[in-house]
């Protein structure tokens, strides 16, 4: 079946500083990805997605591109700030049998210290 | 749209006594999900219903555990009898299908606290 691997946390860094948070996948077909970001005592929101390879989804001055070739969806940020600490979820979605069926990781945690 | 509503936020119960949580889906949206999410555990999905009509409920883990949706702006789930091994965060999401991967509209989310 259809999953997602990504990176253990916790993740911590100083603010700043680069992120990368590695996620890859398995689907038989062709899956559209997605970053969720959870804060403290809130639900999942959806940070950015792509729908095909080479697509690039962007938001909040977070990245990722869809690489079919190495089946991975990594977010990168260039410098992180303190209010991006949060967990992070990289999950696919694929449309096989007419539904929309999500597959989620099980989370990064990231902490920015000042 | 004010987004997925869940209620309550909170809810401290006592062992065997039978819990409700409610949530209201974004207007429009066709399929509707409750999560449950532990630390040990991760995110599960429990149940999803698709136009009201439950279509997978095989990550419900126990027959205390039902869900229903009786119109397309309403749901809950409920366990009858509680265990405190129930006690987790309930998100509800809902979304739109149709092929088109808009993703999902998570709630705040239900703490259940059993005890």
């Known amino acids: 079946g259809d999953s997602v691997t990504q990176m253990e946390g916790p993740v911590t860094l100083s603010e700043e500083a680069c992120l990368t948070i590695n996620c890859t996948y398995t689907a038989t077909g062709y899956p559209s990805l997605f970053w969720y970001v959870q804060y403290p005592g809130e639900g999942l929101q959806l940070l950015l997605k792509?729908?095909?390879?080479?697509d690039k989804g962007s938001n909040k001055g977070f990245e990722a591109t869809y690489r079919k070739e190495t089946t991975s969806f990594h977010l990168e940020k260039g410098s992180v700030q303190v209010s991006d600490s949060a967990v992070y979820f990289c999950?696919?979605?694929?449309?096989?049998?007419?539904?929309?069926?999500?597959?989620f990781g099980t989370g990064t945690k990231l902490q920015v210290i000042p | 749209d004010a987004g997925v509503i869940q209620s309550p936020r909170h809810e401290v119960t006592e062992m065997g006594q039978e819990v409700t949580l409610r949530c209201k889906p974004i207007s429009g949206h066709d399929y509707l999900f409750w999560y449950r999410q532990t630390m040990m555990r991760g995110l599960e999905l429990l149940i999803y219903f698709n136009n009201n009509v439950p279509i997978d409920d095989s990550g419900m883990p126990e027959d205390r555990f039902s869900a229903k949706m009786p119109n397309a702006s309403f749901s809950t789930l409920k366990i009858q009898p509680s265990e405190p091994r129930d006690s987790a965060v309930y998100f509800c999401?809902?979304?739109?299908?149709?092929?088109?991967?808009?993703?999902?509209?998570f709630g705040s989310g239900t703490r259940l606290t059993v005890v």
């Open positions: 999950a696919l979605s694929d449309t096989r049998g007419g539904y929309q069926k999500v597959t």
């Open positions: 792509a729908t095909k390879a080479d």
């Open positions: 999401a809902s979304s739109l299908a149709g092929g088109i991967p808009y993703g999902y509209t």
